[in-house]
Nanobody, 117 residues
Framework: QVQLVESGGGLVQAGGSLRLSCAAS????????MGWFRQAPGKEREFVAS????????SYADSVKGRFTISRDNAKNTVYLQMNSLKPEDTAVYYC??????????WGQGAQVTVSS
């Protein structure tokens, strides 16, 4: 079992920055591929970014490419999402995900990000 807790969400003006953190307990995150997803009101959950086990490979949704950066610190069992140049359309609940084909799929409880225009 892996428990994931997101933090760092909040209210920010357009053009501002926030950094989300996802802290894990229960198992070391090194064994999992990690991702961030988001869900805006009335919309389906969508992929934002992912990072592989070692941090050597990252992937981003086109809508955030060049503005968001995903990273991980396996020693701290934490994954981060640095969000710059935020736009009102980035407003959503952001979820951390840990995924392993053998160990399972886990989600955090979500962190609200609100970007005002």
């Amino acid at each position: 079992q892996v428990q994931l807790v997101e933090s760092g969400g909040g209210l920010v003006q357009a053009g501002g920055s926030l950094r989300l953190s996802c802290a894990a307990s229960g198992r070391t995150l090194y064994r999992y591929s990690m991702g961030w997803f988001r869900q805006a009101p009335g919309k389906e959950r969508e992929f934002v970014a992912s990072i592989n086990y070692s941090g050597s490979i990252t992937s981003y949704a086109d809508s955030v490419k060049g503005r968001f950066t995903i990273s991980r610190d396996n020693a701290k069992n934490t994954v981060y999402l640095q969000m710059n140049s935020l736009k009102p359309e980035d407003t959503a609940v952001y979820y951390c995900n840990a995924r392993s084909p053998t160990l399972g799929d886990y989600w955090g409880q979500g962190a609200q990000v609100t970007v005002s225009s």
